[in-house]
Every structure is written in structure tokens, then in C-alpha cells.
């Protein structure tokens, strides 16, 4: 599911039906996180980091890091996509002194459309992390 998106060079999209089934659950999950101004802010958080990503390109790690794919003699350097949306979210929880990881909300969001597709989500998160402490 896609919350919201940067499109260059300079405009955020934040799809607001997203916004408005999270901030739904609020009350019910007892989540600070999901209410709608925090919500808001966390998603265009999220987003400014991919603004300033994109216009320091040439000096942020998540944009000049390389991993090789292949070895020689067929030799190709690839980006890891997933680098920059963990600095976004770390960006986030540290421009709003989150007290959790926003990454919360990829499960939380989803339970808004989906509860099942949400806790296997869920239940897949517990599994590769070994979570000794999450509840069954």
C-alpha cells in the first residue's frame, strides 16, 4: 500500500483516505501514533526525507551506497531501494520524537483496508524477527 509519495522534484501526495481509516483506529487501538494530526505529520515527515534525498543525491548514503550483484566478469553495482526507506523512517521518528518506530504503521495502516492481510503482515514481521517477547 502506498501512504503517500514524493514525486520530483518538489510535490508530496499524502493519500488522505489512508489517513482517515488510520486515524479511525485511533481510540480502538490506543495508538498515539494513528491520531490524525501525528499520522499527518509522521507520513509528510517520511516524505521530506525522500525531498532532501533527492536534492543531496550526490552525498546521502542512501543514494551512493552500491552493492554488487555479480561478480566479474559480469560485474553490476545496484542501489538498495530499501536503504532510503529506512532512513525515512528513522528520519521521522527523530524530526518527531516519535516514541516508537513509524514503521508501526505499515501494519496499522494495512489493518484499516485489511485485519487479515494486517495480521499476517504482522505474524510474518514476529517470525523473521524472532520476537521472543511478541505475543503469539
Not at 527523530?94 to 494495512?110: A, E, F, K, M, T
Request: aromatic share 10%.
Amino acid at each position: 500500500m502506498i501512504f503517500a509519495q514524493f514525486e520530483e522534484p518538489d510535490r508530496i501526495t499524502v493519500f488522505l483516505d489512508s489517513v482517515h481509516k488510520g486515524s479511525a483506529l485511533a481510540a480502538e487501538a490506543n495508538c498515539d501514533l494513528l491520531e490524525k494530526k501525528c499520522l499527518t505529520d509522521t507520513i509528510l515527515a517520511h516524505e521530506l526525507f525522500h525531498v532532501l534525498e533527492d536534492r543531496h543525491a550526490d552525498v546521502m548514503y542512501t543514494r551512493t551506497e552500491r552493492v554488487e550483484l555479480w561478480r566479474k566478469p559480469f560485474s553490476n553495482k545496484s542501489r538498495l531501494v530499501c536503504l532510503s526507506e529506512i532512513a525515512a523512517m528513522a528520519f521521522a521518528r527523530q524530526l518527531l520524537s516519535l516514541p516508537c518506530s513509524p514503521y508501526v504503521l505499515d501494519v496499522l495502516l494495512v489493518y484499516a483496508y485489511d485485519h487479515a492481510a494486517a495480521w499476517n503482515l504482522y505474524d510474518e514481521i514476529v517470525t523473521l524477527t524472532g520476537c521472543p517477547d511478541c505475543p503469539e
